[in-house]
């Protein structure tokens, strides 16, 4: 039967240990160069405001913006505040974090299309001040934002988004 | 495509490692014994071949920058043109796509191609890596992982079509069952639906038996002209379409309970295969299906089930092994293990052995002559399809 | 048997720093001038092939982020890990193949955003064999430096006078990042990095972005400055620095070999009019230049001295400036070389034109602590 002969040796994660290993710590830093469409965005965000960009052509109002429509592969610049709210297109309740660790409090993240931009159009973030259970596609969300002299013009400027009362 | 190809291809030969969670070899010896087994299921030597494909994951895994200059000598690429196609997790069979026209471009004749991942050399766990294909401004310091995407895509599948965890659970069921006949299996195991719902919740609606591991692993075939595996080959699988569709990177501005990614790559493959009715002239399918969902989600998209009903036919049987589409008979990335790149690769090399008939145990019931293997990547953005027949 | 063509290229200026503008923005720009180079619209392209390596960009799975700037969105697209020559062998096997009539091939390069580059060149190394000297790995360029001189008996000031060359050959190059009027004994008194190998003698990073398309027979026809591509290559020689042949470049070697049959070269120093070999470091541009059999071997140095390669000489190399002059942007670079031969073929190459180029030769090398390297033949069409 094929494959016959595979070869290969597994390690259990003593054997890992007991290995004879390499060890090197990688110095990887960047600066990334934000543009001009996501300077404005986050300039926004510092603002207490979300940032969206209309094209001309298709008509549809995207976030985040960009300096061109992927689709009408035209350049455009026609920048639009949005209010804050929006609704939860999907979401999840994670109990790992990034690096594989547990955790008892989960976070929610969720794709929140945004009032003002086009439909189906949203942002990644996380929700707040919602127990997990309510959670619910289709849900009334608004933007928590930090206090004025915490934000720094980043996508964590926004705390949260918390259900609509 | 449209227009006339210059000359047919087929794969001659194709090899596997075992797939581990933490492998003994480095990265250049596991694509060494993926590189010679197919050499030698291919019957050919080493100086028969003319060019090498290698494809492989992010380099954040194995911990070297151009990981493929790294791994040449392994991948048999000395004094050979030697080139790496990248889309992710459509690597594997990408991979195959790439090893298509390398010879259908009529600059070679024969093409290996090989399949590598060594995830386990990140510390502390490879999962971490995940965070740096999310935008760097944009996504990532929201502490984004992985899962969160797949849980987001998951959900909204589910939410749109009204389907429950247990229609999907069977996914795990099916695979992993399946994958107790694959040698090369990392975690085969027999589990039932409540065994997969009572698992750990990773991140809702995410269970853990609902998720492949990481793996290491390495895989290859031999890919050559028809003149070639006319010669050597006694029943060559001819490659008789090929299609790969990459969507916008803005994955929040997308819907994603279908792929549509995966349609218009299949579309080009079947176009070129001449195939106009999928769901008779398929015989066998392996979807990727790094998580349960995604082997349903992958299945509407290649046009083998309506959209929403693939987790009805899978309750049928329709995709068991003795079913009349069997779907992921090798195991899938759920049973035998998910390296990355040589996944697809893994379920490229089950076709080749089911259409020829070599599968053994996992040999499906109806008989096979064109079978379609997919995988997907990025961020819900890549399909790579091909359909292969004899 | 010419099979497949360049019909357009976009370039940016290259520039030391960019921060006006996202690495989207800056691709976009690159773009979109190249299909307004070409005629055509993003609808037209078949297959899009983008070169790229994560950790330049500091980004996992780059090609997540390649469709939407080049207008590639729900389309056939792939990255090739490999250098700009390489991506476009990619896009021209492919129209190769029969199966696709026009391909777009993307480069960029946002080096100034890599803080810790050297690191990055490290993490090239074997982790086992090679990382442990813990040096900056031109190390790995001294040696082979080294190795070139104690072989050739070139003195110093002979790769002084490369720099110098092709500095001043970027003054009459747009979008040359780094034009400079230098003087061989100012390079000769920069810092040494890994001796013999100076400071001075390295090429210097810059941002940038270049885009070329590539399209076959029936569509060429249509289009008035197609150029033909002749032969192409791309090889890996050895893959780790234990079994290097120091002082050669073998995979140049490989390429030209198998380029120069392609095309019906016989007798490159006669029948190339101009050459963009990678010159990153002198000492390379020179093992370049002898593995195209443009020189002896290691006569390569003795050759520039006497003018071969300027711009009156027998066979003009570099008259864009190379790496050193235009800036070394890894992938990008030896497309923005491709695109100036492109310009010179077609007669458009401005102040820089040479007369009647029938024949470029365009070559490239991914760099430490690689061998392995692509050459194409570009010749005059129509």
Not at chain 3, 243 to 260: F, H, N, P, R, S
Request: charged fraction near 25%; hydrophobic fraction near 40%; aromatic fraction near 10%.
């Amino acid at each position: 039967m094929k494959p016959d002969n595979v070869r290969g040796k597994n390690l259990d994660k003593k054997g890992f240990e007991e290995a004879t290993r390499v060890k090197y710590d990688l110095k990887a830093e960047y600066a990334y160069d934000m543009g001009y469409a996501v300077s404005r965005y986050l300039m926004g965000l510092k603002a207490g405001k979300i940032v969206g960009i209309k094209c001309h052509k298709c008509g549809r109002i995207l976030v985040p913006p960009r300096a061109f429509c992927e689709q009408c592969y035209v350049p455009i610049d026609d920048f639009v505040e949005l209010s804050g709210r929006g609704r939860v297109n999907t979401f999840s309740i994670s109990y790992v974090k990034w690096d594989a660790s547990r955790v008892e409090k989960p976070e929610i993240p969720a794709v929140i299309e945004l009032e003002g931009a086009s439909p189906g159009v949203g942002i990644l973030h996380v929700l707040g001040e919602v127990d997990p259970k309510d959670v619910h596609v289709g849900m009334e969300v608004e933007a928590v934002f930090k206090e004025e002299q915490d934000r720094k013009g980043e996508i964590t400027d926004i705390l949260y988004f918390r259900p609509v009362k | 495509m449209g227009l006339k190809l210059r000359r047919k291809v087929a794969v001659i030969g194709a090899g596997l490692t075992k797939f581990m969670r933490r492998a003994l070899e480095t990265g250049r010896e596991l694509s060494f014994y993926a590189a010679r087994q197919a050499l030698d299921s291919a019957g050919l030597r080493f100086k028969d071949i003319e060019s090498v494909v290698i494809s492989t994951a992010p380099d954040a895994f194995d911990g070297v920058h151009m990981k493929t200059e790294w791994l040449a000598d392994g991948c048999g690429s000395f004094h050979r043109p030697y080139l790496r196609g990248y889309v992710g997790g459509g690597s594997g069979v990408f991979a195959l796509i790439q090893g298509w026209y390398m010879v259908a471009s009529g600059m070679f004749d024969t093409c290996l191609v090989v399949a590598e991942e060594k995830m386990s050399s990140c510390q502390p766990h490879p999962q971490g890596a995940f965070n740096t294909i999310f935008d760097h401004t944009l996504e990532r310091d929201l502490g984004v992982n992985l899962l969160w995407i797949f849980a987001l895509e998951m959900n909204r599948y589910m939410q749109v079509h009204k389907l429950g965890l247990e229609e999907i659970a069977l996914v795990s069921v099916k695979n992993k069952k399946n994958a107790l006949d694959h040698p090369s299996a990392q975690i085969p195991k027999a589990v039932t639906v409540e065994e997969v719902l009572a698992s750990e919740v990773m991140a809702w609606p995410v269970h853990r038996l609902m998720v492949s591991p990481t793996t290491d692993g390495a895989g290859a075939v031999v890919m050559a002209s028809e003149d070639v595996a006319r010669r050597v080959c006694d029943k060559p699988v001819w490659v008789e379409g090929v299609g790969w569709c990459l969507d916008s990177a803005f994955w929040t501005n997308r819907d994603l309970y279908y792929p549509d990614y995966v349609e218009k790559a299949a579309k080009m493959a079947y176009e070129m295969a001449g195939i106009t009715d999928p769901r008779r002239e398929i015989h066998i399918a392996e979807p990727y299906d790094p998580f349960a969902y995604k082997e349903l989600h992958h299945l509407e998209g290649l046009g083998l089930a309506d959209r929403g009903q693939a987790p009805k036919l899978l309750a049928k049987g329709f995709f068991d092994r003795d079913g009349d589409l069997p779907s992921c008979p090798s195991g899938g990335l759920l049973g035998v293990g998910n390296p990355i790149a040589a996944a697809g690769m893994m379920k490229c090399c089950e076709l080749f052995w089911q259409l020829r008939g070599e599968a053994g145990k996992r040999q499906v019931s109806r008989p096979v002559k064109r079978g379609v293997a997919q995988a997907w990547g990025d961020l819900m953005q890549v399909g790579t399809v091909i359909v292969l027949g004899v | 048997m010419k099979d497949v063509f360049i019909i357009g290229v976009g370039v940016v200026p290259a520039r030391p720093l960019s921060p006006e503008v996202s690495y989207r923005e800056l691709i976009f720009e690159a773009a979109i001038k190249a299909y307004e180079d070409a005629g055509i619209t993003n609808k037209d392209v078949e297959t899009f092939v983008a070169a790229s390596e994560d950790f330049n960009e500091g980004v996992s799975i780059f090609d997540e982020y390649v469709p939407d700037q080049i207008g590639a969105v729900l389309k056939p697209v792939h990255t090739i890990g490999g250098d700009g020559l390489m991506a476009l062998s990619a896009a021209y096997l492919q129209i190769a193949t029969g199966g696709f009539r026009i391909a777009f091939v993307e480069s960029h390069s946002k080096l100034s955003n890599l803080l810790t580059q050297e690191h990055i060149e490290e993490f090239a190394l074997d982790p086992i064999y090679f990382r442990n000297t813990r040096l900056d790995p031109k190390f790995l360029a001294g040696l082979d430096m080294q190795s070139y001189m104690a072989r050739s008996f070139a003195p110093c000031d002979a790769f002084a006078n490369v720099v110098c060359a092709h500095r001043k050959n970027a003054m009459k190059n747009p979008v040359a990042g780094y034009p400079a009027w230098l003087t061989p004994e100012g390079v000769l008194a920069t810092k040494p990095v890994a001796t013999p190998l100076l400071d001075g003698m390295c090429a210097k990073p810059a941002d940038g972005a270049c885009c070329v398309i590539l399209a076959n027979r029936d569509v060429a026809e249509a289009c008035k400055r197609a150029v033909a591509i002749d032969g192409i290559a791309f090889y890996t020689a050895e893959p780790h620095p234990d079994t290097w042949k120091w002082g050669y470049a073998i995979y140049a070697e490989l390429c030209a070999k198998k380029a120069y049959k392609m095309a019906g070269i016989e007798s490159p120093e006669s029948e190339v009019d101009l050459v963009e070999a990678d010159d990153r470091f002198p000492h390379k541009f020179f093992e370049h230049l002898e593995a195209l059999r443009l020189s002896k071997p290691f006569e390569g140095y003795k050759d520039f001295a006497n003018g071969k390669f300027s711009k009156k000489g027998q066979v003009p190399a570099n008259l864009s400036g190379g790496h050193l002059g235009i800036g070394m942007m890894h992938e990008a670079t030896c497309l923005y070389q491709l695109a100036f031969a492109v310009k010179q073929l077609r007669g458009e190459a401005g102040e820089a034109q040479l007369g009647k180029v029938d024949c470029a030769v365009v070559q490239s090398w991914r760099g430490l602590p690689t061998q392995t390297g692509a050459l194409a033949v570009l010749r005059r069409w129509g």
